[in-house]
């Protein structure tokens, strides 16, 4: 009897399976996304510039106002006294012979200096009624502010002879040059010949005219 043949093992080779694919769609996705995530970035950095761009234009708008307000407080102070800035008042005193005693003081809110020693006085428009320094009185700027006041004297007539001009009216100024002198009326009516005045003085005592 003829030996069994050995069984044929038949070797079949089955499909390999299939490989997942990576997904990169959605990996590219996301890294558009982070691509987006910059853009809000640079938005804010251009935000941050136009933010800074109107905060120093504010800070310089601050800084003209501050300037503005430094000015106007200073407006007034420490100033050369011009007459406006003075209320200016004559009385007849009968010292020395008779003379006219102007009060000066400055006007509300104002602070200012005599920085003028001598006064610019004359009755009339001639120079024959110009009065003439006699250098009594104060020799320092006096300072004028509040209740503070000045004096000077002013005496019409220094002559014994009968002539004369006579003048209701005196005029006065802080300086030769003032633009804006005052016409004070007098309280009695002068006779004028070679008139003379004195300094400013914070003492009545001092703008008493005298010729020596």
């Known amino acids: 009897m003829p030996a069994a043949s050995a069984p044929v093992q038949a070797h079949i080779r089955l499909p390999a399976e299939p490989r997942a694919v990576e997904d990169t769609s959605n990996s590219s996705a996301r890294s558009v996304g982070n691509g ?27 800084d003209d106002k501050t300037a503005g307000a430094g000015d ?19 009385t007849s005193e009968s010292q020395a012979g008779g003379y006219y005693l102007v009060t000066g003081k400055a006007k509300s ?19 024959d009624g110009v009065a003439s320094p006699v250098g009594q ?7 004028l ?3 503070a006041v000045a004096y000077t004297g ?27 002198p005052a016409e004070l009326k007098l309280p009695d009516t002068a006779t004028v010949d070679k008139p003379i005045v004195t ?10 005219p005298v010729i020596v």
């Open 36 to 62: 987006g995530s910059d853009s809000p970035s640079s938005g804010d950095s251009q935000s941050a510039g136009g933010s800074g761009s109107s905060g120093s234009s504010d800070s310089s708008g601050s």
């Open 199 to 208: 300094n400013w003085a914070t003492s009545r005592a001092e703008a008493v």
């Open 109 to 127: 809110g104002i602070t200012c200096y005599l920085d003028v020693n001598t006064p610019s006085v004359s009755f009339g428009s001639g120079t």
């Open 137 to 143: 009185g104060g020799a320092d700027p006096i300072k």
């Open 154 to 180: 002013i005496s019409p007539k220094t002559t014994n002879s009968d002539a004369g001009k006579e003048f209701e009216n005196v005029i006065i100024a802080t300086t030769n040059d003032d633009p804006g």
């Open 72 to 90: 106007g407080a200073k407006s007034g102070y420490g100033q050369s006294c011009g007459t406006n800035d003075l209320d200016l008042t004559v």
């Open 145 to 147: 502010t509040g209740s």
